[in-house]
């Protein structure tokens, strides 16, 4: 499994939004994937 690496940006986020890394990884590995904008794609989790 490839280690995530998170940006100061998205660490930053993830404060603001009482999101922990785990919890966004967890998103990330097993979430469901979501059209966000053109050309990217997001993660979603409900926990």
């Known amino acids: 499994m490839k280690k995530i690496e998170f940006s100061k940006h998205a660490l930053l986020r993830?404060?603001?939004?009482?999101?922990?890394?785990?919890?966004?990884e967890l998103a990330i590995r097993m979430g469901e994937i979501v059209s966000v904008k053109q050309n990217q794609i997001g993660f979603r989790k409900k926990l």
């Open 14 to 24: 993830m404060e603001v939004r009482g999101a922990t890394k785990e919890e966004v």
